[in-house]
T-cell receptor, first 111, second 116 residues
Framework: GENVEQHPSTLSVQEGDSAVIKCTYSDSASNYFPWYKQELGKRPQLIIDIRSNVGEKKDQRIAVTLNKTAKHFSLHITETQPEDSAVYFCAASSNDYKLSFGAGTTVTVRA | GAGVSQSPRYKVAKRGQDVALRCDPISGHVSLFWYQQALGQGPEFLTYFQNEAQLDKSGLPSDRFFAERPEGSVSTLKIQRTQQEDSAVYLC??????????????FGPGTRLTVL
């Protein structure tokens, strides 16, 4: 089955700086890569996703890049704000429904 | 509109008890998923429904776990003879379109199960 690895497990950044989270996947057939944000005690919420026919996607301060050859994808958050503090999960899907998640990255934005 | 809802939000069970966790998906969503999230980990897939049909139950940890969605809307995850290792947050998600199309999965708030 699909195996997704996520790094780093924790990330502390100064407000206004950028944050980058990286994920690798094992199944070359994977074609859908969403990113979820989960605040403490809350539900995971989709923040951005990318499909295998696209190399990069941007939505305001958030961007995701995908390198299918290397089987890795990354989340970039620019101009971080305190409300960006949360746990971020990457995921991959190779069969069009089952999501395989990384272990998560706890992001702390220091004021 | 209303999102995915789950009940109860918290459940404490004594080891050996049976529990039932409920999921109300977004109205009209064809696909429904159950995930298990251990503390400090990402969600892990348990099972998938397309309408009332359970198309994939490969992630269910043991035969003590059973899920159903008899009318293609509300779903129940039942765990029989609970064990301490069953303690986790159980997340339900739904999406609008069926397999093989890929659509955003919207998650519920989860049920935190603690087995004593």
């Amino acid at each position: 089955g699909e195996n997704v690895e996520q790094h780093p497990s924790t990330l502390s950044v100064q407000e206004g700086d950028s944050a980058v989270i990286k994920c690798t996947y094992s199944d070359s057939a994977s074609n859908y890569f969403p990113w979820y944000k989960q605040e403490l005690g809350k539900r995971p919420q989709l923040i951005i996703d990318i499909r295998s026919n696209v190399g990069e996607k941007k939505d305001q301060r958030i961007a995701v890049t995908l390198n299918k050859t290397a089987k890795h994808f990354s989340l970039h958050i620019t101009e971080t704000q305190p409300e960006d503090s949360a746990v971020y999960f990457c995921a991959a899907s190779s069969n069009d429904y089952k999501l395989s998640f990384g272990a998560g990255t706890t992001v702390t934005v220091r004021a | 509109g209303a999102g995915v809802s789950q009940s109860p939000r918290y459940k404490v069970a004594k080891r050996g008890q049976d529990v039932a966790l409920r999921c109300d998906p977004i109205s009209g969503h064809v696909s429904l998923f159950w995930y298990q999230q251990a503390l400090g980990q990402g969600p892990e897939f348990l099972t998938y429904f397309q309408n009332e049909a359970q198309l994939d139950k490969s992630g269910l940890p043991s035969d003590r776990f059973f899920a159903e969605r008899p009318e293609g809307s509300v779903s129940t995850l039942k765990i029989q003879r609970t064990q301490q290792e069953d303690s986790a947050v159980y997340l339900c998600a739904s999406s609008l379109v069926p397999h093989p199309s890929t659509d955003t999965q919207y998650f519920g708030p989860g049920t935190r199960l603690t087995v004593l």
